[in-house]
């Protein structure tokens, strides 16, 4: 096993959609070294390998980011961070304009302005949006993109960060990567709970598969402060294809109807949730399978779909020309998937303050990873890592090296090595890695509200599942790679674990129920604005995860970290 040694002013953790973007942001000052670290190769990695139809996160001139934010607030049922909202909204349409210099096509009205689908979203031709960002990165002169390479962990001392330690997927090689200042910039987690489809089809799921919650789990192990995750998203998606809705109710104006042809979209609400919970609803009392109705749209309109679907999800796209029946002839079944933790549609992630700081000093987070701030998308996760590298840029201006720092990563890297050669020692394989991610997945799914317990829990449950979990975790030393992809599949389902670890703490400590499917909880079923217009925030400390109430943060606030 080889070492390699790398110094850099930053790291940038993850080189999706906020780590390319903030690669170009960082870029502009070329006297700083950036180094873009990817576990896969950036040009099809995380959310938008596949491709993206629209840009979901856009303000037209006739709307207002007061607007905005009132609209994501109100679907958040009021549990946002206002001041979050706020500053990513103003930075939507820059990083869209930018998207467009470097080559993306976007859709355009007979007057030339970007075609509109729906409030907020633009409709673009994006299957070769993460390309137009890779090539944008490459060219860079003072970035340099490790492709291929995990970050496992972060090196910190006093609550600061020092660096990170990773390896190689596919070469047999160790990291030990030293930073001045890092941005978190993993995505979400998905496969914590048992996803749609079984076996081999398993991870074909809503969520990039390959985003496993490393940035959160990271962040947990070094005491960052965490928020929300007890909004859990789930996505209501096209039956066994898991392709996204939205591009046929916004597109051809669908609806939901259940199996006797009635409409009941509207009927429990139109919040995302809503969606999710009518769906499950007229289900359970006997009214399913439910579908978006589209029989009868016409042979242009099902054609267009076909096309749309070919943008970000083909397998729908292969499944009507497969059934040799497209949506003009029959409507499309939905589903609600397995939950994920994904700030980027809902409010998860770390708790940062309005310059995107997390509570760790010298760690920034942006994008699927940042929480406070839901339905940002791909123009917000830009937009964020962009007021990230700001404050980082600040950051490193006042910057001063600290004494026995080198000496504290070097007893971090010491003990890191140490558990990663545990996985690669010669010794009996007592359970394969996918036991543990199957028993994982299944106690997620019996005890912590997934699609098995139709997204429902009890504090019973969840304590079921903490304990389950738990041991769950001491059987990880146990564990075999034979080779560096092995190792990484282990190394996915430790910070899995962990992040299901706080996850359950929020479930626990959210006593109220009003975000329906998301957050379900059957002890208390009431909604109680005395119990929840506050933020749940978590923080390990001494091994517990201690939960922090928080007070809500509004638009014209600049949230500092305090204590
Ligand atoms: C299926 C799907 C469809 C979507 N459609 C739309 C749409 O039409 N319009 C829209 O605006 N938004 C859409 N979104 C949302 C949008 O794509 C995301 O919000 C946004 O791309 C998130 O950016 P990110 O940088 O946080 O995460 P990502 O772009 O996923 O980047 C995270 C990166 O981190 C890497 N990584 C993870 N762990 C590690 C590690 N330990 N070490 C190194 N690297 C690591 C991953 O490989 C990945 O490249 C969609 C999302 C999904 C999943």
Redesign the pocket.
Known sequence: METRRIDTDILI?????????GAMCLAQDENLRILV????N?KR??????G??????YIPSYRTYDEYVDYTRNDACKIVREDLLYTVAQGFNDAAHHLEKLGLVIQKDAEGNYAMRGRW?VK?N?ENI?PIMAKAVAELENVTVLNH????DLVYRDNRVLGAY?FGVSEDVIYKIRAKAVLM????AAGLYRPNNPGFSRHKM???P???G??FA?GIKAGAEMTTFEMRFI?LRCKDTIA?T??IALGVGGKEINAMGKVYEGKYGLKTCDRVYGTLRETLEGRGPCYINTKGIGKAAADDLKKAYLN??PSQTLKWIEAGKDASEADVEIEGTEPYI????TASGFWVDTGRATTVKGLFA?????GGSPK??????MAE?KIASESMVEYLAALSADEGEDEAAERQFDTLDEELRGFLAEKLPLYGIDDIEDAMQKIMDTYAGGIGSNYQYSEKGLEAAKYKIENLEKLMPALVAKDMHELLQI?EIR?RITVCKTLLVHMGARQETRWHSFGENQDHPQADDRHWLKYVNTKLQDGEIRVIFRDLVKRDEYYEHTD
């Not at 953790?13 to 973007?21: E, F, N, Q, V």
């Not at 942006?366 to 940042?370: N, P």
Request: proline share 1%; glycine share 20%.
């Open positions: 953790i993850g080189g999706g959609t906020a780590g390319c973007y670290v990817e576990k896969a950036i990695s995380g959310c938008l390998a596949a993206v139809n629209a840009i979901n996160s979203n673009i994006g993460k390479v995990n970050i496992a990773g910039a993993t995505g979400g809503w969520y990039s390959f985003n496993t490393a940035g990271m996505a996204p939205g591009t970000m999800a994904v700030g980027g549609h942006a994008g699927d990873v940042a940002k998308y791909v123009t917000g996760a890592a190394y910070e």
